[in-house]
């Protein structure tokens, strides 16, 4: 699956799993997401490069406005925002 048309899941795990991280934390709401995430991992191999350079290109222009994660650039799901007694 191509998220948007932009990239797919396994892409970008695969650009996570190549950062230089101790951790990635992925979704595993269902046995096919399990799947799909244990597939990458037993093959993976950092991304080259150029791989990384045409995927940060490829969704800089979808990533500039934070529309895919509005739980970071909004207070849509800031649960202090939406619950306001809770800051006693």
Sequence with gaps: IVYEGIASAEECLGY???LPTSVVIT???SVARV???LRVASGFMPMAEND???LL???A???AGGGSEKYKTTTD???TTQNP???G
């Design 35 to 37: 799947s799909q995430v």
């Design 57 to 59: 290109a490829r969704t």
């Design 27 to 29: 979704g595993c709401e």
């Design 16 to 18: 996570a799993m190549s």
């Design 85 to 87: 007694e809770w800051m």
């Design 52 to 54: 990384v350079t045409a």
């Design 61 to 63: 222009p979808r990533a």
């Design 77 to 79: 799901y800031d649960g």
